[in-house]
């Protein structure tokens, strides 16, 4: 008999952009055009900001006037390859797939209590290989050291606030004076937090979007106009989310004038940061790569803030100085993604990267061409004249988004729902042909199937990604909800992975919020339909076999003495009633089940968790945290042994 082992893959992990490879020969250059690495190599990733706030494209930007002076400066020394696409609008995916080269599908880490696999090499532990000494300072807790960030960094910093740009640069400014007597190359990696909503907690914020009131271009508003009961900052924009309550007139335009406003100040306090590199004399023969981790919404489809795969939240501004200032001000014509950074950067460094990269370096530009292999890499169905890029709404981890340059499908694999654009027509997604079943959504389709594929057989080559226990304390969980994070995703059937038995399915870090079992309890607890005592299902596939099937289930009851002493679960198969436990500790419990396999029939299978006891914690005064719901999964095995 083969035995086989199923389960749940957290959708957390399934996040990607893959793209078609295509290889091509850079003759013997590098970006610079020099076989001399360069000196100095800057990463910088400006979180949260739209590529069409760069410059003058401001789409709602009548004066057409720049917010950007320093960034202009700058793409008159580089070459603009905006704007590029990011495998997901979250920012540790993003980032990761940044300093790996790998989309988040094969890097698998996209979620609060996951870990880079050590077989993974990052961009400073190749570069400090290599003799670079490596500086980062990060601003935001999805950046920490623990996920994979830290390594290879000989000093890795935080900063933290509601601005972070002043305290960049002090930091930046004392690594270049160390850099003075320095005779080894320097790479150095900063990200900028100050365009993203903030919270108000720690600081009594009420603005979602803060910047510093004595910068000379701060508009004037009222802070309590973005309050409602106890939702501020950025918890007001996520009621805006859950209620779809229009907003008062000139609050729109509100809101994007705070969005603005900290545009002009990140670009002040970048523009500084740049001015200190010219007075160092390190500027010219850097290499200076500017980029964002994802855009941001303004309801452009009906939402804030930054969850969906729609343009306003995946395209990202993408400017690269090569050492020298090589072909600086042209505009590159073509397909460009996050996963191109760090091949990117090895090459103009003159270094070898493992041969699992998925992203191609872009220093060709650099030396004046682009291969033609580029510009048509696929050879399909008219309109596919160049690469295909993919991406995953962070919210519904089930949908995906393949593009090309000109056609873009959105597909559920949960469901029959998708969405097909012709970008070049319809630029702002306005009008869906998926009902027209056109040979090029077709062709997407049979690409984003085939792709998926070889991208977790990817995953499977560089080995599982460690599991952490505890990556973010409570503090840290704390600010994250109140941006926006720590949310929680459907299981479908498409998580579904082969696995050797042992292997659990971890739904989140154990004592935190992580998938309480319940009606509509997958879902942030401010979107919750508070019915009591429903029941969670999960569906799997089973190919039919003669064993009996093995569950195993860690989880954590809710339990307030005097109000709720005891918690059930309720375990059936189809129609099948399996078992009923009564849970009475509040430790972490582990419970084992056999099913047998004369309980199902055909290959689908469905495990209905009830919960008869579950309450609505906000009615029984828990605690004041409505994420303390009844059971906390924290992991499922499921699989014949």
Request: proline letters at 5%; glycine letters at 8%.
């Given at each position: 008999m083969?035995?086989?082992?199923?389960?749940?893959?957290?959708l957390?992990?399934?996040?990607?952009?893959i793209v078609?490879?295509?290889?091509?020969v850079?003759?013997g250059?590098?970006g610079?055009?020099?076989?001399t690495?360069?000196?100095l190599i800057?990463?910088?990733?400006?979180?949260t900001l739209?590529?069409d706030?760069?410059?003058?494209?401001?789409p709602?930007?009548?004066?057409k006037?720049?917010?950007?002076?320093?960034?202009?400066?700058?793409?008159e020394?580089?070459?603009?390859?905006?704007?590029?696409v990011?495998p997901?609008a979250?920012?540790?995916?993003?980032?990761?797939?940044?300093?790996?080269?790998?989309?988040?599908v094969?890097h698998?880490?996209?979620?609060?209590?996951?870990?880079?696999?050590?077989?993974?090499?990052?961009?400073?532990?190749?570069l400090?290989?290599?003799?670079?000494?490596?500086v980062?300072?990060?601003?935001s807790?999805?950046?920490?050291?623990?996920?994979?960030?830290?390594?290879?960094?000989?000093q890795?910093?935080?900063v933290?606030?509601?601005?972070?740009?002043?305290?960049?640069?002090?930091?930046?400014?004392?690594v270049?004076?160390?850099?003075?007597?320095?005779?080894?190359?320097?790479?150095?990696f900063?990200?900028?937090?100050?365009?993203?909503?903030d919270?108000?907690?720690g600081?009594?914020?009420?603005?979602?979007?803060?910047?510093?009131?004595?910068?000379?271009?701060?508009?004037?508003?009222?802070?309590?106009?973005?309050?409602?009961?106890?939702?501020?900052?950025?918890?007001?924009l996520?009621?805006?989310?859950?209620?779809k309550?229009?907003?008062?007139?000139?609050?729109?335009?509100?809101?994007?004038e705070?969005?603005?406003?900290?545009?002009?100040?990140?670009?002040?306090?970048?523009?500084?940061?740049?001015n200190?590199?010219?007075?160092a004399?390190l500027y010219?023969?850097?290499?200076?790569?500017?980029?964002?981790?994802?855009?941001?919404?303004?309801?452009?489809h009906?939402?804030?803030?930054?969850?969906?795969?729609?343009?306003?939240?995946?395209?990202?501004?993408?400017l690269?100085?090569f050492?020298?200032?090589?072909?600086?001000?042209?505009?590159?014509?073509?397909?460009?993604?996050?996963?191109?950074?760090?091949?990117?950067?090895?090459?103009?460094?003159?270094?070898?990267?493992p041969?699992?990269?998925q992203?191609?370096?872009?220093?060709?530009?650099?030396?004046?061409f682009l291969?033609?292999?580029?510009?048509?890499?696929?050879?399909?169905?008219?309109?596919?004249?160049?690469?295909?890029?993919?991406?995953?709404?962070?919210?519904?981890?089930?949908?995906?988004?393949?593009?090309?340059?000109?056609?873009?499908l959105?597909?559920s694999?949960?469901?029959?729902?998708?969405?097909?654009?012709?970008?070049r027509?319809?630029p702002?997604?306005?009008?869906?042909?998926?009902?027209?079943?056109l040979?090029?959504?077709?062709?997407l389709?049979?690409?984003?199937?085939?792709?998926?594929?070889?991208?977790?057989?990817?995953?499977?080559?560089?080995?599982?990604?460690?599991?952490?226990?505890?990556?973010?304390?409570?503090?840290?969980?704390?600010?994250?909800?109140?941006?926006?994070?720590?949310f929680?995703?459907e299981?479908t059937?498409?998580?579904?992975?082969?696995?050797?038995?042992?292997?659990?399915?971890n739904?989140g870090?154990?004592?935190?919020a992580?998938?309480?079992?319940g009606?509509g309890?997958?879902k942030?607890?401010?979107?919750?339909?508070?019915n009591?005592?429903?029941?969670?299902?999960?569906?799997?596939?089973i190919?039919p076999?003669?064993?009996?099937?093995?569950?195993?289930?860690?989880l954590r009851?809710?339990?307030v003495?005097?109000?709720?002493?005891?918690?059930?679960?309720?375990?059936?198969?189809?129609?099948?009633?399996?078992?009923?436990?009564?849970?009475?500790?509040s430790?972490?419990?582990?419970?084992?089940i056999?099913?047998?396999?004369?309980?199902?029939?055909?290959?689908?299978?469905?495990?209905?968790l009830g919960?008869?006891?579950?309450?609505?914690p906000?009615a029984?005064?828990a605690?004041?945290?409505?994420?303390k719901?009844a059971?906390?999964m924290v992991?499922?095995?499921?699989?014949?042994?």
């Amino acid at each position: 008999m083969k035995y086989r082992s199923f389960s749940i893959r957290p959708l957390f992990l399934t996040a990607m952009v893959i793209v078609q490879a295509s290889g091509f020969v850079v003759l013997g250059c590098s970006g610079s055009g020099s076989d001399t690495p360069p000196t100095l190599i800057v990463l910088i990733s400006l979180d949260t900001l739209r590529w069409d706030h760069v410059g003058k494209m401001i789409p709602w930007n009548d004066e057409k006037e720049s917010l950007t002076p320093s960034l202009d400066l700058f793409a008159e020394d580089s070459i603009d390859f905006s704007p590029a696409v990011t495998p997901m609008a979250f920012t540790l995916p993003a980032h990761m797939t940044m300093f790996t080269g790998l989309h988040p599908v094969a890097h698998g880490v996209s979620d609060e209590a996951s870990s880079l696999s050590e077989r993974i090499e990052t961009l400073p532990e190749i570069l400090g290989e290599q003799g670079y000494r490596t500086v980062g300072v990060y601003s935001s807790e999805w950046l920490k050291a623990k996920f994979g960030f830290g390594r290879g960094f000989d000093q890795y910093w935080p900063v933290d606030g509601l601005t972070v740009g002043s305290q960049i640069r002090e930091r930046v400014i004392k690594v270049l004076r160390q850099q003075v007597d320095s005779k080894d190359p320097l790479f150095l990696f900063l990200h900028y937090y100050d365009v993203h909503s903030d919270w108000a907690g720690g600081h009594n914020n009420r603005l979602p979007y803060f910047t510093p009131p004595d910068f000379g271009d701060s508009p004037l508003v009222d802070p309590e106009s973005f309050c409602v009961e106890s939702d501020c900052a950025t918890s007001f924009l996520l009621r805006l989310n859950r209620t779809k309550q229009p907003l008062a007139e000139g609050e729109m335009e509100k809101l994007k004038e705070l969005y603005a406003a900290g545009v002009e100040y990140l670009d002040f306090e970048l523009g500084r940061v740049l001015n200190d590199l010219r007075l160092a004399g390190l500027y010219d023969d850097a290499l200076i790569i500017i980029t964002a981790d994802h855009g941001e919404e303004f309801r452009e489809h009906g939402m804030f803030l930054h969850d969906r795969t729609y343009e306003e939240t995946l395209r990202v501004p993408l400017l690269i100085k090569f050492p020298g200032n090589r072909r600086g001000g042209l505009k590159a014509d073509g397909l460009f993604d996050l996963s191109d950074l760090l091949p990117t950067i090895l090459e103009s460094a003159g270094v070898t990267g493992p041969e699992y990269i998925q992203g191609r370096s872009l220093g060709a530009a650099a030396a004046g061409f682009l291969p033609k292999s580029w510009r048509v890499v696929l050879g399909l169905e008219a309109g596919f004249g160049d690469r295909i890029v993919l991406s995953q709404n962070k919210l519904k981890r089930d949908i995906y988004t393949a593009r090309s340059r000109r056609y873009k499908l959105l597909k559920s694999f949960s469901g029959k729902e998708s969405e097909f654009y012709d970008l070049r027509s319809d630029p702002g997604e306005k009008r869906n042909l998926s009902a027209e079943q056109l040979p090029q959504q077709l062709a997407l389709e049979r690409h984003l199937d085939r792709l998926m594929r070889e991208s977790q057989a990817l995953a499977e080559e560089l080995g599982e990604l460690s599991v952490a226990e505890a990556l973010l304390n409570e503090e840290e969980q704390e600010r994250l909800r109140a941006l926006g994070y720590m949310f929680q995703v459907e299981v479908t059937q498409e998580a579904l992975r082969e696995v050797e038995w042992g292997s659990p399915i971890n739904f989140g870090v154990e004592g935190t919020a992580a998938t309480y079992l319940g009606y509509g309890w997958s879902k942030p607890e401010s979107q919750h339909n508070w019915n009591d005592g429903k029941e969670a299902s999960f569906d799997f596939l089973i190919e039919p076999t003669d064993a009996d099937l093995e569950l195993e289930l860690k989880l954590r009851p809710f339990l307030v003495p005097g109000k709720v002493d005891q918690q059930r679960i309720r375990i059936s198969v189809g129609d099948h009633s399996i078992e009923e436990l009564r849970l009475t500790e509040s430790d972490l419990q582990v419970v084992r089940i056999t099913i047998p396999n004369d309980t199902f029939e055909g290959s689908d299978l469905t495990v209905v968790l009830g919960l008869p006891d579950a309450e609505n914690p906000l009615a029984i005064n828990a605690g004041g945290d409505a994420r303390k719901l009844a059971i906390a999964m924290v992991s499922m095995i499921l699989g014949f042994k």
